[in-house]
Structures are given as structure tokens and as C-alpha cells.
């Protein structure tokens, strides 16, 4: 939920990501093309298998929509590539109005067999907040996971462990282990502002963004497990064997779909002592998905007919998704809003405020009154659960779905704007494990 341009994903979830020896030349024409509106040219450059999922008229659509977003084009900044698979990718990064866009692209014999948009590397590096102090803790690179490790960063405060611990869970997206959005880096400033106070954490990068490719070969579609669930719980054992951590102390701290699924994850082990929920959505993904795409459009005032045919497209695909028949109507592997029948049915068996009332372990629930993807709906639906004294809620009327400070509406923009996460979070995510017998 985090990446703002999921709807924007028209086909290939997660994206592969590829190329060969002539494809920067074959990516800088399609971006040329794309810019001057020859979207019956650019769809030539599509392998013959994608051109029926993303037409002339369909990529236009995707092609506005994120001009909406993020201001128009005004130049190509460079390109990156890398292999996985057989395949190569070409990263070409745009400068538009709002902020720099990586178009990665993915070649199978010099034809694009994938598209995504994701925000482009910051141009500046990261500063941290003014509450961190570097020196009062250690940061260790490890690894995590059997068959797809993962690189990662243990924040371990200096001074007499054991430590309670913290793993940092993302959204949806191919995160990488700081949830990275523009110059903007959340789970680092949580990870080093709760490694100031005392409190050792455990950041990754998600298995989506390291093993894109993978996704792709589950000829059964994939579930949150792949995505999600199992890495956390290998995350929990490479904790449990180490003796600066105390292991009666091991926390979750789910952001966005790592929230809603904090709960699910909690059913897996008996050696979580308790839960963060940040920005958990309650209510369906596929609802939230609508909701989100009609505020974006939106929200200059008027919804144009481009803006309207996506929608409906969005309707008709939820549609197939509400099916109580789906799984029965629909191939497993069959992407729907960029993910499989599969990953639907699954989600749509799971229920997070019954998951969570039937644990027996604290949660603390926080929300940013200001989240348009997420939002007081959600929190609201957590709130049913106020009645159980080891459930906490705390709402920021100030905070966006970053958990970073602005005024007035919320608008995609802003999450590209260098910010923290205030110390007031921190601060409550730590006196609020720290108050935990």
C-alpha cells in the first residue's frame, strides 16, 4: 500500500526485471515515445505476449495518470541495468515537475516483457533526525532466510544487553529494508531513534525487491506467506540465537500491509511478545485500492474520462475479486490488480481484528490522521478492540501514511519531501515496550 503508484501496475506484479545489449536504446525510445503520445508506436516495443494486457490505450492511461501524480516530464537523468535471470533490467531514470521516477523496464530479446514505475533513488543522502545519536548504538550487517537470504541491518544499543527486539515488517511493494520512499527513509529512523533509546531492531529487504524474478515461476500464483510471513518468521530464529537479545522481548512492527498482517504473522510462533501495528488497513485491500485511486484522482477537483475509465477498470477487476466463486472461476496464477487469484483468496480467508482478538499478547495500534491510504476507517475498525486492556491506540492528528508531519490534505508529493518521522513516535513505540511486564 506505501507505493502510491500501484495502480499503475498493469500487468507483471512485482515486476521481473531485464534486458540485453541493445536495450538502453531500446528503453530511451519508448520513454521518447511515451512523451510525445505515440502509444501505437511504444506498444510496438512490447514483447507479442504483453501487448494484449497493456494496449495503446491502456498504457496512455497509465502514462497521464502518473504525469497527475508527479507533474510532468522534463528530461531523462540517466539509465542503470542489472541481470537476474536470464534477463536484464533498465532503470531509466526521469526527472518530472514533482519528483524522479525510475521507468524500469524488463527485455526478453530486445522486447519489453515488463513495465513498472517506482520512485528514483534520492539525489541527496540520508541526514538523520536530530533525536539519533549515532554513537549510542552499533549496526550490524546479517542475513536472514534458507533458500532467498536477505541482507539486513541489527541495530544493537551499546551498553548491558540482553535488548529487547523490534523486526520491522514493510508494506506491500519491493521494499527495501528501510522502506525507502524519495529522500525519505522511516524504518531507519525508527530503527536508529528506538537504537538511541535502548531498543535493538531488525530491518531486511523484502524478498519481492531482491527476488522479483521468483515471483514469476510460482505456476500457482503466491500468497502473503511468499511475500511476507515466512521471512519474518526466519527473522525470529536468527534472533533467538543471539545472546544481546533478550528472546522473551521479540516485538513485530508491521507498516501498512505488515500491519494488517502482524496479527497472521503472531499465529505462526509462540515467541512474539507483542505487536506494533502502523497504519494497519482492517477492511479489504482490493476496497482500499478503489478508495485510493478515486482520491487521487480526485484530487485536483475533477475526474477526468481517462480518470474514469480507470476506475471503472478498477471496479470491474474488483468485481472478479469479490467472487465468492473466484478460485473456482479463476486460474490461481492469474494476476488481478497486480497480484494473483491466489494471493486474493488467501487474504480474503483472513480476518486481522479477529486474528488479534483471539491472541493473547499486547498490540499498540498508531495511525496518522492524515493517511489517505490508510485511513481513519481502518483505525476505527481496530478501535473495536479498545475494550481489551492489552490493546493500545494512539492517533496523530498531524501524521501522514509515513508517519511524517504536514498540514491540510494529503497529497502524494509530500511523501518525496525530506522529513522523520517526529520523535513523539519513537518515543511511544518505546516507553510503550519498556512499560511491558
Known amino acids: 500500500m506505501r507505493k502510491i503508484l500501484i495502480f499503475l501496475l498493469l500487468f507483471l506484479f512485482l515486476t521481473i526485471a531485464y534486458a540485453q545489449e541493445d536495450e538502453k536504446v531500446i528503453a530511451e525510445k519508448f520513454i521518447n515515445l511515451l ?20 494496449p495503446a490505450d491502456k498504457l496512455e492511461e497509465v502514462w497521464k495518470s502518473l504525469e497527475k ?10 539509465y542503470r541495468t542489472q541481470e537476474s535471470g536470464g534477463y536484464k533490467i533498465v532503470f531509466v531514470t526521469c526527472e518530472f515537475n514533482a519528483m524522479d521516477i525510475d521507468v524500469r523496464l524488463v527485455f526478453a530479446n530486445n522486447k519489453i516483457v515488463g513495465m513498472f514505475f517506482q520512485p528514483a533513488p534520492p539525489r541527496k543522502s540520508y541526514t538523520p533526525p536530530s533525536y539519533v545519536d549515532v554513537n549510542s548504538f552499533v549496526e550490524e550487517d546479517v542475513k536472514i532466510g534458507k533458500e532467498f537470504p536477505l541482507s539486513g541491518k541489527l541495530v544493537i544499543p551499546k551498553g548491558k544487553g540482553p535488548f529487547p527486539v523490534i523486526i520491522l515488517v514493510h508494506g506491500s511493494g519491493p521494499n527495501d529494508m528501510d522502506e525507502s520512499i524519495g529522500p525519505n527513509k522511516p524504518f531507519r529512523d525508527i530503527a536508529w531513534g528506538l537504537g538511541t533509546l535502548g531498543i535493538a531492531t531488525l530491518r531486511y529487504d523484502k524478498r519481492t525487491k531482491v527476488y522479483p524474478e521468483k515471483f514469476s515461476e510460482y505456476k500457482d500464483g503466491f500468497t502473503v506467506w511468499e511475500e511476507v510471513i515466512e521471512d519474518v518468521l526466519f527473522a525470529i530464529e536468527f534472533l533467538k540465537n543471539r545472546e544481546d537479545i533478550d528472546k522473551s522481548k521479540i516485538f513485530v512492527l508491521g507498516h501498512s500491509l505488515g500491519g494488517m498482517l502482524a496479527p497472521r504473522i503472531a499465529t505462526y510462533t509462540k515467541d512474539l511478545a507483542g505487536l506494533i501495528i502502523m497504519a494497519g488497513p482492517t477492511r479489504p485491500l482490493e476496497d482500499l485500492i478503489l478508495e485510493q485511486t478515486e482520491y487521487l484522482s480526485n484530487i485536483d477537483g475533477n475526474i477526468d474520462e481517462n480518470e474514469k475509465a480507470q476506475l471503472d477498470v478498477i471496479k470491474g477487476e474488483i468485481q472478479k475479486i469479490k467472487d465468492p466463486n473466484l478460485l473456482e472461476k479463476y486460474p490461481p496464477n492469474l494476476m488481478i490488480l497486480g497480484a494473483p487469484v491466489k494471493y486474493w483468496a488467501d487474504l480474503k480467508s483472513y480476518d486481522p481484528l479477529l486474528t488479534l482478538s483471539n491472541l493473547e499478547i499486547p498490540a499498540l495500534i498508531l495511525q496518522g490522521e ?13 478501535s473495536r478492540l479498545s475494550s481489551l486492556e492489552r490493546i493500545t491506540l494512539k492517533l496523530y492528528p498531524k501524521l501522514n501514511h509515513l508517519f511524517m508531519e504536514g498540514e491540510g490534505k494529503s497529497i502524494p508529493q509530500e511523501y518525496y519531501v525530506e522529513g522523520h518521522i517526529p520523535e513523539y513516535v519513537i518515543k511511544d513505540i518505546a516507553e510503550w515496550i519498556k512499560s511491558l511486564k
Open 370 to 382: 492524515r493517511d489517505y491510504q490508510v485511513t481513519l476507517k481502518d483505525f476505527e475498525g481496530w
Open 35 to 54: 512523451v510525445r503520445g505515440k502509444y501505437d508506436e511504444a506498444v510496438n516495443l512490447f514483447d507479442p505476449s504483453v501487448k494484449p494486457m497493456i
Open 69 to 78: 501524480q508527479v507533474g510532468s516530464f522534463k528530461s531523462i537523468l540517466g
